[in-house]
């Protein structure tokens, strides 16, 4: 049982340049997030999805884009990659905000540095 | 506006010096409370849900309790491998994170 899987682990973007991160959780969870975690700032959420075919916006939505075209798989891409991207980039999953044993499930994140 | 305060922002402990970390939180509509610990590179591993005041939770070393404002984690006799960051995170119509407390268990 492989939880929450993240690719690439890590990642060099020059400005300008576009990539996707992509998730995928076994878990058969409904709702899927998009955080970035920088020092001093915490765990900013940047996008998310409730199910398959849905996606809102979080905190920090502006430059970035998701999808989710199945239920077990959420990507999250850079269409034109800035140095204030630089982060990491961590997914997780969940059976939904509230409910009752339904903590976040994280992967190990994707260290992203844009030069 | 909801938000989510971690103290100390760092923690140096000797092996078997017993501390808390604090989460004080002011969030609207509160559902519940997580705490997790990260390590280096690692993304965050679940510990605790509390859901109601007064309510604890435990696992090896570690204690969780929750009031109307805020939680604690205590850590009881820590060990080295105790050493990561925890976070909380509190439950209102989204996860609000703190930004976690370094400890270190110093052997």
């Known amino acids: 049982n492989a939880g929450v899987t993240q690719t690439p682990k890590f990642r060099v973007l020059k400005t300008g340049q576009s990539m996707t991160l992509l998730c995928a959780q076994d878990?058969?969870?409904?709702?899927m997030y998009w955080y970035r975690q920088d020092p001093g700032m915490g765990l900013r959420l940047i996008h998310y999805?409730?199910?398959?075919?849905?996606?809102a916006k979080g905190e920090v939505p502006d430059g970035y884009n998701v999808s989710r075209l199945k239920k077990q798989n959420f990507l999250l891409g850079l269409e034109s990659a800035a140095p204030s991207q630089t982060s990491v980039y961590f997914c997780?999953?969940?059976?939904?905000?509230?409910?009752?044993?339904?903590?976040?499930?994280f992967g190990n994140g994707t260290r992203l540095t844009v030069t | 506006e909801d938000q989510v305060t971690q103290s100390p922002e760092a923690l140096r402990l000797q092996e078997g010096e017993s501390s808390s970390l604090n989460c004080s939180y002011t969030?609207?509509?509160?559902?519940?409370l997580f705490w997790y610990r990260q390590d280096p590179g690692k993304g965050p591993e679940f510990l605790f849900t509390?859901?109601?005041a007064g309510e604890e939770k435990e696992k090896e070393r570690l204690k969780a309790t929750l009031t109307k404002k805020e939680s604690f984690l205590h850590i009881t006799a820590p060990k080295p491998e105790d050493s990561a960051t925890y976070l909380c995170?509190?439950?209102?119509?989204?996860?609000?994170f703190g930004t976690g407390t370094s400890l270190t268990v110093i052997p």
């Open positions: 997780a999953s969940s059976l939904g905000i509230g409910r009752i044993n339904s903590p976040l499930h």
């Open positions: 878990m058969n969870h409904e709702y």
């Open positions: 999805s409730v199910g398959e075919g849905t996606t």
């Open positions: 969030v609207s509509g509160l559902r519940g």
């Open positions: 509390l859901y109601s």
């Open positions: 995170a509190a439950i209102g119509n989204q996860f609000y």
